[in-house]
């Protein structure tokens, strides 16, 4: 269903093809990612000119909209003049003191008032530790007493966190709440729990998100939704298989509990499946699903489930994304089709979207084994185009 690069690139002219080609060769190099990435992101940090420009012009420009949301309007309009919406991401990470978390939720609130103003812009997504200290969210987590500065700490996350579901329930602005570590989790699921069940009444503004390399996940949707039904609320869930594996197991070694994460790829992936088959299944029950995977067989099925129940292409409760600068042919073949998809357009100072950037070079360097994706489906396109015009 996703080879035809005719349409996956479209929106590419041939210079930005060939640069993303040259990217995507870099990053795979095992030396670049390894050792030149994390210098280089060094250097930006530290604000030298020629390769915050360099950077900008090359990996910045391949995975993020721009520095501020005026710079991203263009790539906005422009995919979504192929049928591509947006999810405008305010990609600060990092942040450990009350001032950052203020102006990343002003920021934040801001994207809300933007994005009802733009049908290009359905959803903003924030992370949870973008607007509070993730040492709170772990306290609360474990049930651990606060004292006065911890308590104070978390009124304002609870603040925050109500403040951006409450604008956005009212400015009809969907809003994603995106999954981190498992240690804190249980304090956001909380959270989100409560902000559903408070603005989810008429229809579905929040999604929580579910990460299915955790075992026990398809339950808790499970149970979740039974609660939903019961009590009268619209639930949303953005399901993906999760980021942080290595880092989830270290730490289960380390401080000697069990592992979280599922005991091989085959049983995310299932519990992946099974959790898009069982909200997809159960779509008209106040239950929205945001699949967001750069998965084909994945989205294939979700393609399939949605024929077998004869359920509208671009239904309005199920949406698929995908990262912007990445796996171009699912996101602009499946809106080809009538469906909904939405690209994470990350953006924000160049120094500040380092850890982004480095993330998602890992991702596709040669140690992910996900070396020749990107590239091959470039270097098709790129031999297509040279064919077609030969023949012109
Ligand atoms: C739009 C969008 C939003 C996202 N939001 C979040 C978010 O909020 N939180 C978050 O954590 N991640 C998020 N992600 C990242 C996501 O969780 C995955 O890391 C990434 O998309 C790769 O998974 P995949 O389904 O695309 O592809 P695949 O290549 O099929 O899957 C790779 C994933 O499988 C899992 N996996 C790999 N090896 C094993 C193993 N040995 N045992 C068990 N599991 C294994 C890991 O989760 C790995 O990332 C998001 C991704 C997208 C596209």
Redo the contacts with the bound molecule.
Sequence with gaps: MFKNTKIAFKYKSDWQLKKSKLIFKFISNLFFSKFLIPTIGFLVRKKIPIITFLVKKTVFEQFCGGENKKECIKVIEKIHSYGVYSVLDYSVEGKSNEEDFDKIYKETLENIYFAEKKKSIPFIVFKPTGIGNVKIYEKISNKNDLNEEEQNSWEKIKNRFEGLCKKSCEKKVFVLI???ESWIQPAIDDLAEKMMKKYNKEKCYIYN?L?M?RWGRLEYLKKSHIKSLKENYFIGY?I??????EKERERSIINNYIDP?????E???KD?NDAISYIINNINKKISIFI????EK?CELAVNIIKKNNIDNNNKNIWF???YGMSDNISFILSKNGYNVAK?LPYGPIQETVPYLIRRSEENSSISGQTNREYSLITKEINRRNKYNKNK
């Design positions: 995106d999954a981190e998100t990460q390399y953005k993906v298989r999760g980021a942080y594996m994460i599922q005991n091989n790829k049983y995310t992936d992946f967001g995977t750069h998965n994945s994304g995908q990262l994470y």
